[in-house]
């Protein structure tokens, strides 16, 4: 690794670990001789930039991606508009690029998740457009006992309502057009379903919202509570059109696992929580940014002029399997 330097970005929060080629390095190669040590430092910081590996292209990703890990799966309950470019390698949203995309953690309200996001600066905005990182077990700590007991003990209610132009359709969402598909799909993630007039569909799942990392066996803040949240909304603006056409038309909701709302102080403290540990910095053409999706949330800033990120999304995890590996580790 003569060639390479590691160095945290912010060693105040060492979420975000930068590894530095110096040298003209085959990205692949480097990856496959160098999997164990990225696998240890995921655990450790929760992400890890490469720079200078010049993977710049949806292919070079892939090759990138295909080397970390040979399980590279697709994913339904789909929440965000995204394109797939080719293989395994999609756009990382089709959001408006005025808006922020608040932190979260991909597909973790679903059945089934990634372990790995492995995102691809193709071209840069002209402004702004930061992937800014959070450390989920930092979220967690900085939360106030109160609010870790309230989730602990509730859990955490999704309800989301699929209507034509109204976020993401039911169709796109599952993969199918078939109404029998999406039920039994759901049926077996323990989703509730209610088709609604017009062609559409409303869903509703529970879930806890701490949980423990399989590997490091640390609890985690892991759950979109925030993120499908109306109040995490910005600018306020949108926020308070879209709460005056009332709860049942919103695309997504959550409350707590109950069916109590949570509370709009709880949502401001998560959004503050956020907004005291997230790390950014600004993208390079060719950058690599892998994440572990469970210790590491992420976002989008608003930017200005093109700006193409590539992502792909890799190591499935089932919820079940959490479950069972939550009992290993209590024993």
Not at 74 to 90: K, M, Y
Not at 127 to 139: F, L, M, Q, Y
């Amino acid at each position: 690794m003569n060639t390479i330097l590691s160095s945290l970005l912010d060693p105040q929060r060492p979420v975000l670990l930068q590894v530095t080629s110096t040298d003209l390095v085959d990205a692949t190669a480097w990856v496959t001789a160098n999997t164990e040590w990225i696998e240890q430092r995921l655990c450790r910081h929760g992400a890890v930039l490469f720079r200078g590996f010049d993977v710049a292209t949806a292919e070079k990703l892939e090759q990138f991606a295909t080397a970390l890990s040979s399980d590279l799966p697709g994913f339904a309950e789909e929440s965000s508009p995204r394109h797939r470019i080719q293989g395994a390698v999609f756009s990382s949203t089709d959001h408006p690029e005025r808006y922020p995309i608040q932190m979260h953690n991909e597909y973790s309200y679903a059945a089934e998740w990634p372990m790995k996001l492995l995102f691809s600066c193709i071209q840069p905005a002209l402004k702004r457009g930061a992937t800014p990182v959070a450390s989920t077990r930092a979220i967690l700590r900085r939360l106030r006992p109160s609010t870790r007991a309230a989730f602990h003990e509730r859990g955490i209610m999704y309800v989301r309502n699929y209507r034509h132009g109204v976020g993401v359709g039911w169709r796109k969402a599952f993969g199918t057009d078939s109404r029998a598909e999406v039920e039994q799909y759901c049926a077996r993630a323990g989703v509730q379903t209610e088709w609604l007039a017009e062609d559409g569909l409303r869903t509703r799942q529970t879930g806890a919202a701490i949980v423990r990392h399989p590997r490091t066996g640390e609890e985690v803040w892991f759950n979109h509570g925030f993120f499908f949240n109306v109040h995490s909304l910005e600018p306020v603006e949108l926020r308070e059109a879209l709460l005056e056409e009332g709860e049942d038309s919103l695309s997504t909701q959550t409350y707590y696992g109950t069916g109590e709302a949570i509370p709009v102080d709880v949502i401001d403290e998560l959004r503050e929580a956020y907004v005291h540990e997230k790390v950014s910095f600004t993208w390079q053409r060719g950058d690599v940014l892998v994440i572990d999706n469970m210790l590491t949330s992420h976002g989008r800033e608003p930017y200005h002029g093109p700006r193409k990120i590539a992502v792909v999304m890799s190591d499935r995890f089932r919820r079940c399997d959490l479950q069972n590996n939550l009992a290993d580790v209590a024993t």
